[in-house]
């Protein structure tokens, strides 16, 4: 009775020990050494379920006889397949094993004993389970108190068992949280970068306004915008849509913003401009990715405004309490061929009026229900949103609509308005 109240205790003991340990590297070698101690044993050790290959795979082993220095050699590991060996038997059948005499049983394989020089007599194995989820093995060998393990042995090394499954469970659980935050942290540093490709806005004469705005659907997005100054006082204003959404996104986007950069210093004309924006975008998209864009050409002082489209919606004209599409020049999105035709349309702003360009996020945001803003509200807001500038109101009923929703795309819209 002082035997099992002793045991007991033990276990008690064993459980406030590994509710205490957050990292696996600790927690492998107080398993070992609890196991020892609950049951008295010359050695230990621990294979984990590897549930991607169906293998036992060595964790650690530990060695009372042989020592440390010796024990060194098993650190290089060994796998072992499912039913093979003693610890394979108790894996593949979930099965506690209680081998008096290892030499003689064809289940063991002495693949451990020929690479240390241990001799194993008898093997007690007990499969460590959570939640009818196989988690590994834990086996004790050689008992030093009697001949071979016994039923009292092997009951406390499966209760044993249990609070290694929970302990495994909980050590796996903390470190894929480690990893989150770890992950959000520098999300949230590249979110903090890819803001500052967004462009400050113009001060320009007469009220007239060049403003964007972009909500990504993530912490960074695939969504681009920029304003460009020309040395004739004239302006580069594109928004730009990559396929695809987060961080593969948003490293193309960078790339993209990278090249139109370059290539506004030679100041061509918005078609001729795309051209050779797509043949940059070919080398590192190849066709596996793409973006769509609008590129605009336009002068503040005349509101004359000479555009491009590759894929996209084209720009919107608000006037008069009206809106219409702009005519849709011809263009592919950017990235999908190595060679492409890109046309140069014209229009003039007048006074009062506005172009509003967006992504698809717009009008594909959902709310609750799963139904879309859709271009017929998109349109509707614009019209009953008072006089220009309107971006900013329809950005604001975007978020209306989607409420509590977490936002499915890039959210981005940009406005050019005559003053």
């Keep these: 009775m002082?035997?099992?109240a002793a045991r007991l205790k033990m276990l008690i003991q064993a459980n406030e020990v590994l509710a205490n340990i957050e990292s696996l590297v600790e927690l492998l070698p107080q398993l070992l050494r609890l196991a020892q101690d609950v049951t008295g044993?010359?050695?230990?050790?621990?294979?984990l379920y590897d549930e991607e290959r169906n293998v036992l795979r060595f964790a650690?082993?530990?060695?009372?006889?042989l020592?440390?220095?010796k024990m060194k050699e098993l650190k290089t590991g060994f796998e072992l397949p499912m039913g093979k060996g003693i610890a394979g038997w108790v894996a593949e059948n979930q099965s506690s094993l209680n081998v008096v005499d290892a030499q003689n049983d064809p289940r063991f394989s002495n693949a451990a004993d020929q690479k240390t020089g241990f001799v194993t007599n008898c093997i007690l194995c007990v499969p460590i389970i959570h939640r009818d989820k196989l988690m590994g093995v834990v086996q004790v060998l050689n008992s030093t108190a009697k001949e071979c393990f016994d039923l009292d042995d092997k009951e406390l090394l499966e209760s044993f068992g249990h609070?290694?499954?929970?302990a495994l469970v909980r050590s796996d659980l903390l470190l894929q949280r480690l990893n989150q935050q770890k992950l959000e942290t520098q999300l949230e540093a590249a979110s903090r970068i890819q803001k500052q490709f967004n462009p400050v806005q113009p001060e320009l004469d007469g009220g007239d306004l060049i403003w964007g705005s972009s909500v990504p659907a993530q912490f960074v997005g695939g969504d681009l915008y920029d304003f460009i100054p020309i040395s004739d006082g004239s302006w580069y204003i594109y928004i730009a849509d990559v396929s695809g959404k987060g961080l593969p996104a948003a490293l193309i986007m960078s790339a993209l913003w990278t090249r139109i950069r370059?290539?506004?210093l030679n100041e061509k004309d918005?078609?001729?401009m795309?051209?050779?924006?797509?043949?940059?975008?070919?080398?590192f998209m190849n066709g596996k990715m793409f973006a769509t864009m609008v590129l605009m050409r336009y002068e503040p002082a005349s509101g004359k405004c000479s555009y491009a489209v590759a894929g996209h919606t084209p720009p919107l004209h608000v006037a008069g309490g009206e809106v219409r599409e702009l005519e849709r020049p011809f263009g592919m999105p950017v990235g999908i061929m190595d060679d492409g035709d890109f046309t140069t349309a014209e229009f003039v702003l007048g006074h009062g009026e506005s172009l509003i360009i967006v992504t698809d996020g717009v009008d594909e945001a959902r709310a609750a229900d799963g139904e879309f803003f859709g271009e017929e509200r998109l349109l509707k807001t614009l019209k009953e949103s008072g006089e220009p500038p309107l971006g900013d109101k329809l950005i604001q009923a975007v978020s209306q609509w989607r409420a509590d929703t977490p936002p499915n795309d890039d959210t981005t819209v940009v406005e050019i308005f005559r003053g």
């Design 41 to 47: 044993a010359e050695a230990s050790s621990i294979m």
């Design 2 to 4: 002082d035997r099992q």
């Design 163 to 166: 609070l290694a499954g929970v």
């Design 67 to 69: 020592g440390e220095e």
């Design 262 to 264: 370059a290539e506004a």
């Design 274 to 283: 795309l051209e050779s924006i797509n043949k940059g975008a070919w080398e």
């Design 270 to 272: 918005p078609g001729a």
């Design 60 to 65: 650690l082993a530990m060695n009372d006889v």
